[in-house]
């Protein structure tokens, strides 16, 4: 069994084309095409549709995925495992945030662990809260910073951040200090990760409010730059509003909606993991 094969497998799944893997991994489009035939050669089916928008799993990979996911991650983790008792340090660790503010920080982070731990390789990668919790529980990232969430994982509270509502310069709610929740259901609204399990949308449920949602958007400098224009109001975290330096104002909201930033880590970890999160301790 090659497991460089089924390591290649989920990057072609996960990034949705054979060439973003080929450049991930540092192959030919054609060698990882001659890879992935060889593991339907070796399955004894098909584990991809091609189509010209990309690939995407069949019905049969979709049920070894979760075992492909875990034969990977175990031979990563007695790779890294291997080298810590010759004390060697070594692998790679991905982490993930939901908050763009805390880019800077984990940066600064990275680059000093770096120099203590330069066998250990880290990815720091973004997505919304939830996605990057199911992403934990598949191994696909190590450890992430999210709003708290139920799980497996074991939790690092970090801060309480407050939910604001924001509106343009010239929006007649502008000059208001807060705004009720309730003009989310008046006011046109622009949604940012329509349907996905958002924060925002973890406040509208909290609240029973139904947005009115007349705009959607799947970036949220998007979405600040149609507050930006006028085109309706929308939510977001405080700590991530202080990155955008438009012409818009940010409100409170009555009654004050918060929510808990914190790691979750795995509580099946690599060698890598446990390492950097040692190492972060002293940070938070």
């Known amino acids: 069994m090659d497991l460089d094969r089924y390591r290649t497998l989920l990057s072609v799944i996960d990034s949705g084309s054979l060439s973003a893997a080929a450049s991930a991994l540092g192959y030919t489009p054609s060698g990882i095409s001659r890879m992935m035939a060889a593991l339907e050669e070796e399955t004894g089916f098909t584990l991809l549709h091609r189509t010209r928008d990309g690939v995407t799993p069949t019905k049969e990979c979709d049920m070894l995925l979760p075992s492909i996911r875990e034969l990977v991650y175990n031979g990563e983790n007695l790779r890294q495992l291997t080298a810590k008792i010759k004390n060697i340090d070594v692998g790679t660790l991905t982490i993930g945030t939901a908050y763009s503010a805390y880019y800077g920080w984990l940066s600064e982070i990275t680059s000093t662990f770096h120099d203590k731990y330069p066998g250990i390789q880290i990815k720091i990668v973004n997505g919304y809260s939830s996605e990057l919790l199911e992403q934990l529980e598949n191994h696909t990232v190590d450890l992430c910073i999210i709003s708290e969430r139920k799980g497996t994982h074991h939790w690092i509270p970090l801060k309480s951040?407050?939910?604001?509502?924001?509106?343009?310069?010239?929006?007649?709610?502008?000059?208001?200090?807060?705004?009720?929740?309730?003009?989310?259901?008046?006011?046109?609204?622009?949604?940012?990760?329509?349907?996905?399990?958002?924060?925002?949308?973890?406040?509208?449920?909290?609240?029973?409010?139904?947005?009115?949602?007349?705009?959607?958007?799947?970036?949220?400098?998007?979405?600040?730059?149609?507050?930006?224009?006028?085109?309706?109001?929308?939510?977001?975290?405080?700590?991530?509003?202080?990155?955008?330096?438009?012409?818009?104002?940010?409100?409170?909201?009555?009654?004050?909606?918060?929510?808990?930033?914190g790691l979750a880590v795995a509580k099946q970890q690599t060698p890598a993991s446990e390492t950097f999160l040692s190492f972060i301790k002293k940070y938070i």
Request: hydrophobic share 40%; proline share 6%.
């Open 161 to 261: 951040d407050n939910m604001i509502a924001m509106v343009s310069a010239k929006h007649p709610l502008a000059n208001r200090a807060s705004v009720p929740m309730s003009v989310f259901e008046t006011e046109s609204y622009i949604d940012t990760y329509p349907g996905m399990d958002i924060d925002n949308a973890h406040i509208f449920k909290r609240c029973n409010i139904t947005p009115n949602t007349q705009f959607s958007t799947m970036d949220i400098y998007a979405t600040y730059a149609m507050v930006e224009a006028g085109l309706g109001i929308s939510m977001d975290n405080a700590i991530n509003s202080k990155l955008w330096t438009g012409n818009i104002r940010t409100l409170t909201l009555d009654p004050p909606q918060t929510i808990t930033i």
